[in-house]
């Protein structure tokens, strides 16, 4: 199966704690700039506490703002039903800026954006939903911080969810769904018992496509660097069995 084709299971896979933040339609740019510094202020603290690496300064870069503050518009795809197609959406203006939370976690960017209210698309003009307002949807993939160890992780996750928590003021909504079902009850439990769950799915599913296969060199994972990969692999494969079978009876069709 060597054609070429590329297996990025980071890309596509991973337990990842997703967020929405939403200022007043009618704040003006200056009181947003003080909720966002207000934002950095509690990620500040955190840093303090050891519980995340490194927070970086308050940018307005337009450059910096279109590649890491887009939005999204998805849309059906015309005669393919349940079938969509993404359009981006870029900021015209906004206050960001980036958390680094630990080790093999995905970076958390935090702050308030605007966005246009139409967007052009295959030549029509395309009305964005979004409303006026200052906003900004982002997550954290936090899953593969469990490569260095299971108190690596929780020290990851929890940061990631308890700041985006402490976020909220009364002039900030804060929205967070947390894929680990730590949040909203901060079981330590349940995040556990989904994290192995997933990392077994992962190591399972990237196991069977490198089986198939010839180089390997197009199946990549950060899931083959952890250090209970086979155990991982035979516990996701026995979860997952049905459904792994049909995967390698696709892969062979290939």
Not at 17 to 24: D, E, G, M, Q
Not at 157 to 178: F, K
Not at 190 to 210: C, F, I, P, Q, S
Request: proline fraction near 4%; hydrophobic fraction near 45%; aromatic fraction near 8%.
């Amino acid at each position: 199966m060597s054609d070429g084709l590329d297996y990025r299971f980071e890309k596509i896979m991973g337990l990842t704690v997703h967020f929405k933040l939403a200022a007043s339609a009618s704040v003006d740019a200056a009181h947003v700039k003080k909720l966002v510094v207000s934002l950095r202020r509690a990620a500040l603290r955190f840093e303090r506490e050891s519980l995340v690496d490194e927070v970086l300064p308050i940018t307005s870069d337009a450059k910096t703002l279109q590649r890491f503050a887009g939005d999204w518009l998805m849309l059906p795809v015309p005669g393919m039903e349940n079938t969509s197609t993404g359009v981006e959406v870029l900021p015209t203006a906004g206050f960001i800026f980036r958390v680094h939370v630990g080790a093999d976690c995905e970076p958390l960017w935090l702050g308030l954006c605007q966005y246009p209210l139409t967007v052009r698309f295959q030549g029509r003009e395309l009305r964005t939903k979004k409303g006026a307002g200052w906003r900004l949807a982002g997550f954290s993939k936090t899953q593969y911080a469990s490569l260095h160890g299971w108190e690596h992780f929780q020290r990851c996750h929890c940061a990631v969810v308890d700041l985006l928590a402490a976020c909220r003021t009364p002039g900030l909504r804060v929205n967070i769904s947390d894929e680990g079902d730590y949040w909203p009850r901060r079981s330590l439990a349940r995040l556990r018992e989904n994290l192995d769950h997933l990392n077994g799915l992962v190591a399972a599913t990237a196991g069977v496509l490198k089986d198939a296969d010839e180089t390997a060199a197009g199946v990549q994972s950060p899931i083959f660097a952890h250090q209970n990969f086979e155990r991982l692999e035979a516990e996701g494969a026995k979860r997952a069995a049905p459904a792994l079978k049909k995967l390698r009876e696709v892969m062979r069709k290939l």
